[in-house]
């Protein structure tokens, strides 16, 4: 079976950075891209960013452009997400999630196949 694993989150101040880290282990599936998606207490699952995996292209969430970078290491099968600029808002608990074929709308968490459990990142004044 497919797992993905959270790794990274935590406490920080506003202003402040955190790298988050997504290692894929178990069955080896076709990997077309890795997202993060992040869930606050009472709100719908939000789209954060997305990596290609195989070229690299990314795409993000407007709230998020200019503050966080997607990344992978390609090697290892792991993923990142740089986040700088924190705010209070960006509080919540992120995903990262494994696209294993072609066609959907990233912005969608229907478009991935495989989940990881999450880790929580909060961001205080």
Same mark, same amino acid.
């Given at each position: 079976? #497919?797992?993905? +694993?959270?790794?990274?989150?935590?406490?920080?101040?506003?202003?402040? &950075?955190? !790298? /988050?880290s997504? $290692? @894929?282990?178990?069955? @080896?599936? &076709?990997? *077309?891209?890795?997202?993060?998606?992040?869930? $606050?207490?009472?709100?719908? !699952? +939000?789209? #954060?960013?997305?990596?290609?995996?195989?070229?690299?292209? %990314? *795409?993000?969430?407007a709230? =998020?452009?200019?503050?966080? @970078?997607?990344? !992978?290491?390609?090697?290892?099968? @792991?993923?990142?997400?740089?986040?700088?600029?924190?705010?209070?808002?960006? &509080?919540?608990?992120?995903?990262? $999630?494994? !696209? $294993?074929?072609?066609?959907?709308? /990233? +912005? +969608?968490?229907?478009? *991935?196949? *495989?989940?990881?459990?999450g880790?929580q =990142? %909060?961001?205080? &004044?």
């Amino acid at each position: 079976q #497919v797992q993905l +694993e959270e790794s990274g989150g935590g406490l920080a101040q506003a202003g402040g &950075s955190l !790298r /988050l880290s997504c $290692a @894929t282990s178990g069955s @080896t599936f &076709s990997n *077309y891209g890795i997202g993060w998606f992040r869930q $606050a207490p009472g709100k719908e !699952r +939000e789209f #954060v960013a997305h990596i290609m995996w195989n070229n690299g292209i %990314t *795409y993000y969430a407007a709230s =998020v452009k200019g503050r966080f @970078t997607i990344s !992978r290491d390609y090697d290892r099968n @792991t993923a990142h997400l740089q986040m700088n600029g924190l705010r209070p808002d960006d &509080s919540a608990v992120y995903y990262c $999630a494994a !696209r $294993a074929h072609i066609g959907g709308i /990233l +912005e +969608e968490h229907s478009a *991935y196949d *495989y989940w990881g459990q999450g880790t929580q =990142v %909060t961001i205080s &004044s």
